[in-house]
């Protein structure tokens, strides 16, 4: 059983990569960073290292990487050959990927079993992204695939510089599948759960770890932390991250019927994962691509909707939406953009455009004054 996976970073060969080597497959990681893909290929095994509680060292092993700026055909061989094609290269970057699926795809034995494609992406819906993407360039090779949708968690921060291919992990994980489109033939992966609907269990992840991650991230920045453990020593930000859950666990109950209690125990799973102190993880990676998290349907306004249309509290999510639009990171291009736009955009343009709300909705208005007062402290500072 061969597994294709592109995106060989930190999720990629910490979670996604680990189990597919514990399930049996060959791995091929494709990436298009080529310090890293030279690495793997001088390594015949990596440790992922769970830090914190319980954790193990865990020993990947019986894989090679392919470059897929580089050698893209090489990549679609692979692809053509193989069991299963996973992805956790960010929700931006999958059409970028498609090409070499396509091609794989098209050159793919028809005795073959259909290729099983699973996207691991912090995203509602990531692997129908990645199929629309393949449909765009080929409708006809999309019969000899099975799309399933997934819900990654596990909290794989940036690894040191020069720490080779090892990666450091804490030591929980969950992986959600929809069940469905594999009729039956499910792929080799210990400790997934397969689901027939998986979408209570993406809202469920995005809405409650995201959404807290992120809140801690951009509350954290603005009072200066650089750790995450350290946001969260501050007990003004466990409060107001504390209060944005509250919100979205009332959506999540309101939508999907989950249950207040056990959503109350995970909540504070979750901000125990956060604390992790043998984890170092910063507000700055956490906080990355701000407009990716402000938009629709994402961990603040996804949640704040869908609260806001049941007449439901959303003003501890607005504050953190107030919190990342004063995101200001230099390295990071979406937080610059951001910041260039609330410079030379009117605040209705800057509501809609990052959004993805019509001035009628209910959210509009307690939004827009979050940008209209962010410009507005711009213009003094
Ligand atoms: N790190 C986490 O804790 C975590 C957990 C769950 C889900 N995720 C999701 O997984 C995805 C990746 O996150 P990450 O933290 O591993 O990021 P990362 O930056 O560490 O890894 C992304 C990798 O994709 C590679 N890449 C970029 N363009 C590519 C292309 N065209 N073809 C092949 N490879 C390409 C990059 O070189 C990089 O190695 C994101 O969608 C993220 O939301 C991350
Ligand atoms: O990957 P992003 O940018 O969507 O979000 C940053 C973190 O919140 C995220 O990577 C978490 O660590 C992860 O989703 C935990 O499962």
């Given at each position: 059983m061969k597994a294709v996976h592109f995106g060989a970073g930190n999720i990629g060969r910490g979670f996604v990569g680990l189990l597919l080597h514990e399930g049996g497959y060959e791995l091929v990681f494709s990436d298009v960073a080529d310090a890293l893909v030279d690495a793997i290929n001088a390594t015949q095994s990596y440790t992922v290292r769970e830090a914190g509680p319980g954790g193990v060292n865990r020993i990947v092993t019986g894989y090679r990487a392919v470059n897929s700026k580089t050698d893209p055909d090489a990549v679609a061989d692979e692809v053509a050959t193989a069991d299963v094609v996973t992805c956790a290269v960010g929700p931006t970057v999958l059409r970028f990927i498609a090409p070499a699926i396509v091609a794989g795809l098209a050159r793919r034995s028809p005795d073959l079993a259909p290729l099983k494609v699973m996207a691991c992406e912090n995203a509602i819906g990531a692997t129908d992204q990645l199929r629309a993407e393949i449909e765009k360039l080929d409708p006809s090779v999309t019969d000899r695939a099975a799309f399933a949708n997934t819900a990654v968690d596990r909290i794989v921060p940036a690894q040191p510089e020069g720490g080779g291919v090892d990666v450091t992990v804490e030591p929980y994980f969950e992986w959600a599948i929809e069940s469905t489109p594999f009729a039956g033939d499910l792929p080799s992966i210990p400790g997934a759960h397969f689901v027939d609907d998986l979408g209570p269990y993406i809202e469920r992840k995005l809405f409650t770890v995201n959404?807290?991650?992120?809140?801690?991230?951009?509350?954290?920045?603005?009072?200066?932390?650089?750790?995450?453990?350290?946001?969260?020593?501050?007990?003004?930000?466990?409060?107001?991250?504390g209060a944005a859950l509250e919100e979205t666990s009332a959506v999540l109950s309101a939508v999907h019927g989950l249950d207040p209690a056990e959503l109350a125990e995970y909540r504070a799973t979750i901000l125990e994962r956060f604390r992790n102190p043998e984890l170092v993880d910063t507000v700055q990676r956490v906080g990355r691509q701000p407009l990716r998290k402000l938009s629709r349907n994402e961990r603040f306004i996804g949640p704040a909707v869908q609260a806001a249309e049941r007449g439901l509290s959303t003003s501890a999510l607005v504050a953190a939406v107030a919190a990342a639009v004063a995101f200001d990171d230099e390295s990071d291009e979406q937080s610059v953009e951001l910041q260039r736009m609330l410079r030379s955009e009117d605040a209705d343009v800057l509501t809609a455009t990052v959004t993805g709300l019509e001035p009628e909705h209910p959210l509009f208005d307690a939004v827009h004054e979050v940008f209209a007062a962010r410009q507005e402290e711009l213009r003094t500072l």
């Open positions: 959404t807290g991650h992120a809140a801690t991230a951009y509350f954290g920045a603005q009072a200066g932390h650089v750790r995450i453990s350290d946001a969260l020593a501050d007990p003004s930000i466990v409060a107001r991250v």
